[in-house]
């Protein structure tokens, strides 16, 4: 079902038992600069908010199965609070916000679910497409990670949680400092972490905005501990899934820390092709043939879901302008190491590769761009034995899915470079 036009502001439908409480989330919501309304069915909405704390549970799973049945399936669930009977939270939420407090993060965590929902959606688009080539898609299980990263200060508080969450099976790994935060960030792999933001000895801000900058850490899941009254600042909110008082039980604590830890995004791997008879020999990248039946795929959900779609062209210049395979070959290794899993690059020729990106706006590729561009600027590489050092310079254009476009046009318009953002490397 084809869309007039795309938008980037998700749209919140606000299930509440209560009038007042209702319009006052729905103010908390608009004061983020959030769509939300009250009790809204009767339009597309991208997230149903239903608040666990008004509402009887018959009544949310009633909500949950509707969405689930009816054209609204593709709308995220997400809960705030608990029912105040005692009930289990339902297990269909997508996101579980754990009090008003965290309500505060509302933004950002919306619009993470959301991207892990366009990740989710497109692995199961890689599968059809890799089944219409012949392609066995499998995948290993891997053990569970339950591996956590607390980062804050030593304290008989921390080692009680320790003690409790080892208890659970959980494996406490302590960093008492940003950097050495992050420095285990790049050298192990965490289910989450859990970020201390009243120890303001180890600048919970400052590891936020490090894990801001690096794409591979982006999205990792964070549970801040805070005081109650506790207001974040905008690092935080970027960064946190959920923000907890540090006041709560260990039980309580612990508990939404293992359920950060069991909804994670598809991993890198559930990516990978399966083989290689649809990637290019000389850079690892998609066959153009299988790139352009998939972008097929990736538009029409794109349409079906309103969801933007953004193609980006690289032109590999290298050397004095003309392109080598090694300066294609070394820009397609770099577009793979800096580009999201769901991201999907192919050669198109001897000098230029295309990159559809799934759930991105132009602005959003062009910063995918010019992280590229600056990595290629500022490196080079050894094609030969003693021969000097190689640097490749790049071109690169943008262009954003247009509702009326089938995948050769909006590819046919990217090369052609019409209505598009441009942008060139430093020689």
């Given at each position: 079902?084809?869309?007039?036009?795309?938008?980037?502001?998700?749209?919140?439908?606000?299930?509440?038992?209560?009038?007042d409480r209702s319009q006052t989330i729905c103010k908390t919501l608009a004061d983020l600069q959030l769509d939300a309304h009250s009790g809204e069915f009767s339009n597309m909405v991208d997230i149903f908010l239903i608040d666990l704390t008004t509402c009887r549970p018959a009544l949310v799973e009633e909500v949950i199965q509707y969405t689930c049945e009816s054209r609204f399936s593709s709308s995220l669930?997400?809960?705030?609070?608990?029912?105040?009977?005692?009930?289990?939270?339902?297990?269909?939420?997508?996101?579980?916000?754990?009090?008003?407090?965290a309500l505060k993060l509302a933004r950002s965590r919306f619009h993470f679910a959301h991207r892990t929902a366009a990740r989710r959606a497109e692995i199961e688009l890689r599968r059809e497409s890799y089944k219409r080539y012949g392609c066995i898609f499998t995948t290993q299980a891997e053990d569970k990670n339950y591996d956590v990263l607390y980062v804050g200060e030593a304290s008989t508080r921390?080692?009680?949680?320790?003690?409790?969450?080892?208890?659970?099976?959980?494996?406490?790994?302590?960093?008492?400092s940003a950097y050495t935060a992050f420095d285990y960030l790049h050298d192990h792999k965490f289910a989450a972490v859990l970020l201390d933001v009243s120890a303001t000895s180890i600048r919970p801000d400052n590891f936020c905005a490090m894990v801001q900058r690096s794409s591979n850490l982006a999205e990792m899941p964070i549970l801040a501990l805070g005081k109650s009254d506790y207001i974040p600042s905008e690092h935080i909110i970027e960064s946190a899934a959920d923000i907890i008082d540090d006041n709560s039980s260990l039980e309580a604590i612990s508990d939404q820390l293992l359920e950060l830890t069991s909804n994670q995004a598809p991993s890198a791997k559930e990516f990978l092709a399966p083989q290689s008879s649809i990637t290019d020999a000389e850079t690892g990248l998609f066959t153009r043939n299988f790139f352009e039946d998939h972008l097929d795929r990736q538009i029409e959900w794109s349409l079906d879901f309103n969801q933007p779609l953004t193609v980006l062209i690289i032109d590999v210049l290298g050397a004095d302008d003309k392109a080598d395979i090694r300066d294609l070959a070394y820009t397609a290794s770099v577009v793979r190491t800096l580009l999201r899993v769901q991201d999907a690059p192919t050669r198109l020729n001897d000098s230029t590769l295309a990159i559809s990106m799934p759930g991105s706006t132009k602005q959003t590729a062009s910063y995918a761009a010019r992280r590229i561009e600056g990595v290629l600027d500022a490196t080079a590489f050894e094609s030969e034995l003693n021969q000097p050092a190689r640097q490749v310079t790049i071109s690169w254009k943008v262009t954003e899915l247009n509702p009326e476009q089938s995948a050769n046009q909006l590819l046919s318009d990217a090369l052609s470079n019409t209505q598009n953002d441009k942008g060139h490397a430093a020689a």
């Open positions: 079902m084809a869309r007039s036009e795309f938008s980037n502001q998700l749209k919140i439908s606000v299930i509440c038992g209560d009038h669930i997400v809960t705030l609070g608990k029912f105040p009977c005692g009930a289990e939270t339902p297990k269909r939420a997508d996101v579980r916000l754990s009090s008003d407090n921390f080692m009680s949680l320790k003690n409790h969450l080892e208890t659970l099976g959980v494996n406490i790994i302590a960093a008492f």
